[in-house]
């Protein structure tokens, strides 16, 4: 692969209670576990920034390829849930669900887009056959 761009982030503390900061700053926060799972909630976590950045990406993936289609996706928007829970070996893993709203255009086309956003996305190529990803497209 060419690289193209390297980002950069170094957590301290105690992983998940602690904090993350990248290299050039511009994303510094307070890392806390949830309190859904027993913590204090009092800051970030990783499954929230994995969401914000998949969203953001994917997205980003979305125009791209209407572009190519010339299609006019007007105010859409995609959502990520990331979930995680226990795994069958022990430890813990990661399922997601992305809500895409396409208002502008019928739902089977909307659909096909998001299907191909979904094979240039770099967050679903890494994560393709690792976890399971839910595509839910809507018009609203």
């Given at each position: 692969m060419k690289v193209l761009y390297t980002a950069e982030a170094l957590a301290t503390g105690d992983g998940r209670n602690g904090r993350a900061r990248t290299s050039d700053s511009l994303v510094d926060v307070d890392l806390a576990v949830p309190q859904a799972m027993g913590g204090s909630g009092n800051g970030t976590n990783p499954e929230q920034l994995f969401a914000a950045g998949y969203a953001a990406c994917f997205h980003s993936a979305l125009h791209m390829v209407a572009r190519q289609a010339k299609a006019s996706l007007g105010e859409s928007s995609v959502g990520a849930q990331v979930h995680i829970g226990p795994n069958?070996?022990?430890?813990?893993?990661?399922?997601?669900?992305?809500?895409?709203?396409?208002?502008?255009?019928?739902?089977?086309?909307?659909?096909?887009?998001?299907?191909k956003a979904h094979l240039v996305c770099p967050y679903s190529n890494a994560t393709r056959g690792n976890i399971d990803i839910e595509l839910k497209v809507t018009n609203d």
């Open positions: 069958e070996l022990g430890g813990f893993g990661l399922e997601v669900t992305l809500e895409v709203v396409v208002p502008d255009l019928p739902h089977d086309q909307a659909m096909e887009l998001v299907e």
